[in-house]
């Protein structure tokens, strides 16, 4: 039996005394809870829970008016000739039918068709034997792509249909059965997560050029169940490159382990003690730490030992200690200390030179739901103005002036100081303005985005496996898919057709350079 819940009564503003005012929003905040509550419930019994609210508009209204051009067209809608880059592999010419006697051939009127050969293609490799004058046997040897019995463009379709397409493994033998090839699950297994050592290589050389020649970084994690038990995916990279990582935390000092790229060092010096220090890292420990500058510890294991041995046990002291040897580890190895790392505000990439998504800030305001005509005008007007200050952000990056960068900071302080008549949304802009130097990080360094929308989009792969084959189940597994979704979108970065990498790769041609030389010639070409 459903209860309908009493109507509120609608209190006039004069009577709407500040106390009035926080107990209506207590009751809203109760209404939500309580409708998150029931959607729970609908889910469990297979039903369909409330809608939710559209995401954020906040890109796409500072857009609006970029995306049409002067004379009112989108950009590049001018019709273009979709066959000019086309190779053609066979022309047939077709004469009209009763050619009346005493015609001119004039010219000819072209009309290209587009197919795909899909076939086997097998090959025997007839290794010759013979026979030396001493008796023994010399035989011919296989060309040095070939690995196994399933030749590269065959190993390469397999790897594009599961990593690019997200074909499963069982409709995939489906389908290699259905074109006439002789393979078992078994043999996709292996082609998918065996023998990929040259492929692994490539991935950790895309990180460490990435951190190496960029001058930010977006950052995000997402779930990615392994051997049946919650596990996390770390994405790092910009417009170069992409490199993921799946590990079994999301704690910052895994993150400061990615981060060293396979070349992690446990550093006691100044950097290390600063860090300590912002941490509020008691000075007893401190001490301790201090009187062993200098130490340098290559593993973590030795390090926790290390640690011990000083008398260093609480979790939180370790984790502090821990976190601030790392990143001196990391500035030692050539991580430049003023690497921008923008995220949405997940406390574990809160290090270096740390900057905040806009789009991520903004939805904490967008989410907030108004009880009164009064309170729904100052939410209005307060997104308003941020979508101005973004606007007028995006904009100072083309052109930034000193000038235009005061007049920005004084635009965030009003914005984000001013007292409405809404007790919720005040308390957002202000939890807001305390984040002001992450999210004003783009007036001293324009050339970082807004938004973390690059490193979204990029982890979007992993939420879709997640949905289309649940977890891995073993290690090389694990890692194959970490590596192959790196290779992937960094080749969709630099312009490179990923199917033609994994047969140049292969076939063992090695004709298009390794990634990690396209990243940097990115970089240091002129525009």
């Known amino acids: ?25 207590v009751v809203n905040y109760q209404t939500e809870l309580i409708q998150h509550l029931k ?11 409330k809608p939710k609210i559209k995401p954020s508009g906040m890109e796409k209204e500072t857009n609006k008016n970029n995306d049409k051009s002067s004379n009112g067209k989108r950009p590049g809608s001018a019709k273009r000739n979709k066959t000019k880059d086309l190779i053609i592999h066979n022309r047939i010419p077709i004469p009209p039918e009763d050619i009346p006697e005493g015609s001119i051939y004039k010219d000819y009127k072209e009309f290209v068709v587009q197919g795909i050969l899909i076939r086997p293609d097998n090959t025997v490799y ?14 011919g040897k296989l060309p040095p792509y070939i690995q196994g019995h399933f030749d590269p463009s065959l190993t390469s379709y397999i790897q594009y249909q599961y990593f690019q397409c997200l074909v499963t ?33 490539e991935k950790e050389g895309i990180l460490s050029t990435g951190l190496e020649i960029s001058s930010y970084i977006n950052v995000d994690d997402t779930g990615a169940r392994h051997k049946g038990k919650n596990g996390v995916c770390t994405h790092i990279g910009n417009e170069l490159f992409a490199y993921f990582e799946s590990t079994g935390s999301k704690n910052r000092i895994n993150f400061l382990t990615l981060l060293g790229a396979g070349k992690n060092e446990y550093i006691l010096n100044s950097d290390a003690f600063d860090y300590m220090k912002s941490q509020k890292l008691p000075q007893i420990q401190l001490q301790l730490l201090t009187i062993m500058c200098g130490q340098k510890i290559d593993t973590s294991e030795k390090w926790y030992d290390f640690l011990e041995k000083l008398g260093i046990n609480k979790a939180r002291h370790i984790k502090i200690a821990t976190e601030g040897a790392l990143v001196a580890g990391l ?3 050539d991580i430049k200390p003023d690497l921008v790392i923008l995220s949405d505000d997940a406390g574990q990439f809160n290090i270096l030179l740390h900057a905040l998504c806009w789009v991520h800030a903004e939805r904490t305001i967008h989410k907030i739901i108004p009880y009164t005509d009064e309170q ?20 100072y990056k083309k052109n930034p002036t000193a000038q235009q960068k005061s007049e920005l900071e004084n635009q965030f302080d ?81 312009k490179v057709s990923f199917w033609k990498y994994l047969n140049d790769r292969n076939s063992k041609q ?18």
Not at 180 to 198: K, M, P, T
Request: aromatic residues 6%; positive net charge; glycine residues 4%.
């Open 1 to 25: 039996m459903s209860v309908k819940a009493p109507k509120m009564p609608d209190i006039p503003k004069e009577e709407r005394t500040a106390s009035v005012v926080q107990l209506l929003e």
């Open 39 to 49: 959607d729970e419930i609908a889910i469990i019994k297979g039903d369909k829970p």
């Open 126 to 139: 007839r290794l010759e034997r013979w026979k030396t004058p001493d008796g023994s046997y010399i035989e």
């Open 169 to 201: 493994q069982p409709l995939l033998l489906e389908q290699l059965l259905e074109f006439g090839v002789y393979i078992s699950s078994g043999q996709i297994s292996r082609i998918l997560i065996e023998g990929n050592d040259d492929f692994h290589s």
């Open 331 to 333: 500035i030692e190895n």
């Open 376 to 395: 729904r005008l100052a939410l209005k007007s307060t997104l308003d103005k941020i979508w101005k200050l973004y606007a007028d952000l995006k904009a």
């Open 414 to 494: 009003e914005i984000f100081q001013e007292k409405t008549c809404f007790i919720t949304l005040n308390l957002a802009l202000k939890r807001l303005f305390q984040n002001k130097s992450e999210l004003l990080l783009v007036l001293d360094r324009p050339e970082i985005p807004l938004h973390n929308n690059a490193s979204e989009s990029d982890i979007r792969e992993y939420a879709k496996r997640r949905k289309v084959s649940g977890g891995t189940r073993s290690s090389d597994g694990r890692k194959s898919r970490d590596t192959f979704t790196s290779l992937k979108k960094t080749c969709r970065k630099l």
């Open 510 to 527: 090695n004709s298009i350079p390794i990634l990690s030389e396209l990243m940097r010639k990115k970089v240091f070409t002129p525009p």
